[in-house]
């Protein structure tokens, strides 16, 4: 049979190692509630980014018109280039909109007009980002039409105004998913802070019976509690910053993600300041709680 020594040592081994899962359990649960927040503020802060950047990446088309000579047009297209609404400008001419038109068909179409070419030569034009909302777009397509070498001004109106109203929703869902992670986050890591203080209720009690100030009684909680978070933002941050990594070399080239840093820093002092708060509130709980109250937790 065994001893009660070895009884007691192997009961305080199963103890420790219970402990060390449950401890374990907790850092993991705060860091993968910190990496999901991480992950929606970091959508949030690019919204408008990514609002710019399809915005700026629909072209307005400007048709020359085929009358005017070719000293107006070159005139014209030096004048544009320099206009503030212009981010980038490039110029078709009839013969190259001919010969594009030619590869799409498989076949030269010019044949069946008797060899005329029916296109005009034409501006492709990206605007400045502060331009491309449809007021200003309204404006600038105004101001084209009344140059008399300006034959036409196309741009897709229905994508701009459904791209600014769809990106506009998605941005609200996203505010209002990470507020409710964010509130998430806070109850999951309290209660966690509650779970893990709730077998040191006795000893809390106790400490305090004894003469312990408050301030003593929960330093070791508190140095506890940080090195946890620490843990926890560690796990996270590098979760996090692997994605963006990752999602980096997949978008590379049509989008730059911003704000990483920012939210690196607001994840970390969130996760630690939320932690020590959380084990503060629930020493301060059980402190203030009456003896009779607590074989009720």
């Given at each position: 049979m065994e001893s009660n020594e070895n009884k007691q040592l192997k009961n305080n081994s199963n103890f420790k190692r219970k402990l060390i899962m449950a401890y374990g359990t907790s850092t993991l649960c705060i860091s993968l509630v910190l990496y999901m927040a991480g992950l929606f503020l970091m959508l949030l802060f690019n919204t408008q980014h990514i609002t710019d950047m399809f915005r700026s990446n629909i072209k307005m088309t400007i048709t020359l018109n085929d009358k005017r000579s070719l000293a107006e047009t070159e005139g014209f297209r030096k004048t544009l280039d320099a206009m503030d609404f212009v981010r980038e400008t490039k110029y078709i001419s009839k013969d190259a909109a001919a010969e594009e038109l030619k590869k799409e068909l498989g076949e030269d179409f010019c044949e069946i007009l008797d060899g005329k070419n029916p296109l005009f030569s034409q501006i492709e034009v990206r605007l400045a980002d502060e331009y491309t909302n449809m007021d200003s777009i309204k404006a600038v397509e105004k101001l084209l039409k009344k140059n008399v070498t300006v034959d036409e001004v196309y741009y897709p109106k229905d994508v701009w105004r459904n791209?600014?109203?769809v990106?506009?929703?998605v941005a609200s869902i996203v505010l209002v998913l990470t507020l409710v992670l964010l509130i998430i986050t806070v109850i999951l890591?309290?209660?966690?802070?509650?779970l893990k203080l709730s077998g040191?209720?006795?000893d809390i009690r106790t400490a305090k019976l004894i003469g312990a100030t408050n301030w003593k009684i929960s330093q070791p909680y508190l140095k506890?509690?940080?090195v946890q978070s620490l843990f926890a933002v560690f796990i996270s941050v590098v979760g996090l910053t692997l994605t963006i990594r990752f999602l980096e070399n997949i978008l590379q080239g049509v989008f730059m993600i911003s704000a990483f840093y920012p939210t690196l820093i607001t994840m970390a002092v969130?996760?630690?300041v939320i932690t020590l708060f959380s084990t503060f509130m629930t020493v301060r709980k059980y402190l203030n709680t009456k003896e009779e109250d607590l074989y009720l937790y």
């Open positions: 791209a600014t109203t990106i506009s929703k890591i309290n209660n966690t802070a509650r040191n209720r006795f506890n509690a940080f969130a996760g630690i």
